[in-house]
């Protein structure tokens, strides 16, 4: 359960989110609107990468300012640009990374990294330099990198953006069938066609929250 409670957050001179109220419980969520709307700043809150200037942010029932390393640790984030989360040479020494402070056996991290490369149809490229992946492979090798950490919460900031259309709809079926709740932020509106709501930001606001036909229809109407 994520709960925002009249959320403002400023950065410089800016009012970039407005007193939001709105508890999240349903399984998919996306998060649609304008650049410059708010939505990476809201997915940010989430894991309490951002802090709200007043309010409060819970997730998991915990607040995101007296408890941000808690939440990181169960709110698994994927970033837009995949550079920005790969730390390691190769593909499997990368993800095999992110699991350092579980006290894991080299065995299991070993049989874990592969478990995850093999889902996402990365195991071929586990021992390739990481940087040397097409984009759309880093994302996935950045989603790989989260998902290897069983998160009880993925939040995702524009997930589709470098992906060709048949690793969009590998993406669309891996939330599918997700069994954690997961926040997208997307301009990609067919990747929430069957989510369960999605939200419209329109400078700092929420401005239609609805089942994804009724929002999708709104921001088309907002945009024209
Ligand atoms: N650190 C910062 N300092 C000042 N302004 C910022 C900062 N970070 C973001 N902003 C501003 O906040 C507003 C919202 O940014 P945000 O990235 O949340 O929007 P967005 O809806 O995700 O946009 P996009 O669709 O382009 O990714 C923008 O006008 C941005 O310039």
Redesign the pocket.
């Known amino acids: 359960m994520i709960e925002l409670a009249d959320v403002h957050v400023r950065?410089?001179?800016?009012d970039?989110?407005c007193g939001l109220t709105v508890s999240l419980p349903e399984r998919r969520v996306g998060m649609i609107?304008?650049?410059?709307?708010?939505?990476?700043?809201?997915?940010?809150l989430i894991n309490g990468l951002a802090r709200p200037s007043s309010g409060a942010v819970t997730v998991l029932g915990l607040d995101t300012r007296r408890h941000a390393a808690r939440i990181r640790r169960r709110v698994g984030f994927l970033f837009?640009d995949p550079d920005a989360q790969i730390v390691m040479p190769t593909v499997a020494e990368d993800v095999a990374f992110s699991l350092r402070r579980k006290g894991l056996s080299r065995e299991e991290v070993e049989r874990r990294v592969q478990e995850v490369l093999t889902r996402y149809g990365l195991r071929e490229h586990a021992d390739h330099p990481a940087h040397h992946l097409s984009g759309g492979q880093k994302q996935l090798l950045a989603l790989c990198s989260v998902m290897v950490l069983e998160p009880d919460i993925l939040v995702m900031?524009?997930p589709t953006t470098l992906l060709d259309l048949r690793h969009s709809r590998q993406v669309a079926d891996l939330l599918r069938g997700l069994s954690q709740q997961v926040v997208v932020?997307s301009?990609d509106l067919a990747l929430l066609e069957d989510f369960d709501r999605v939200l419209v930001?329109d400078r700092?606001r929420i401005v239609a929250d609805a089942a994804p036909e009724a929002a999708i229809g709104h921001y088309r109407k907002i945009m024209s």
Do not use: I, P
């Open positions: 950065l410089g001179q800016r970039v989110l609107g304008a650049n410059g709307s708010g939505k990476s700043t809201f997915a940010r837009t900031d524009e932020v301009h930001l700092g």
